[in-house]
Nanobody, 126 residues
């Protein structure tokens, strides 16, 4: 099966930066969109950012606009999340997701994505 593997998480002081990576593990597959979601302890998983198949379109949650940047790598199906100006409230497990079906509007819901990585922990200390 196709799997997504996240990396780059860790413990960072508030105001610091991290770059998360998401790469496929196993067979290469075509995707129309990839996204990042996060889940803090005791909270529901929430949308963070998404990017179109060619990287031409992006969308962000209001809480991360101006601080997070999602991008496509040169390697097929690879996506990155540059996180700047980290806040303690950014602490969560960050999940990479992929959608293979075409879409009209770049999706921001969990249900729109069929493939998920196991997550990588981001912890922001004050």
């Amino acid at each position: 099966q196709v799997q997504l593997v996240e990396s780059g998480g860790g413990l960072v002081q508030a105001g610091g930066s991290l770059r998360l990576s998401c790469a496929p593990s196993g067979p290469t597959f075509s995707n129309s969109a990839m996204g990042w979601f996060r889940q803090a302890p005791g909270k529901e998983r929430e949308f963070v950012a998404a990017i179109s198949w060619n990287g031409g379109n992006t969308v962000y949650a209001d809480s991360v606009k101006g601080r997070f940047t999602i991008s496509r790598g040169n390697a097929k199906n690879t996506v990155y999340l540059q996180i700047n100006s980290l806040k303690p409230e950014d602490t969560a497990v960050y999940y990479c997701a992929a959608r293979t079906a075409r879409y009209g509007v770049l999706p921001t819901t969990q249900a729109a994505y069929g493939y998920w990585g196991p997550g990588t922990q981001v912890t922001v200390s004050s």
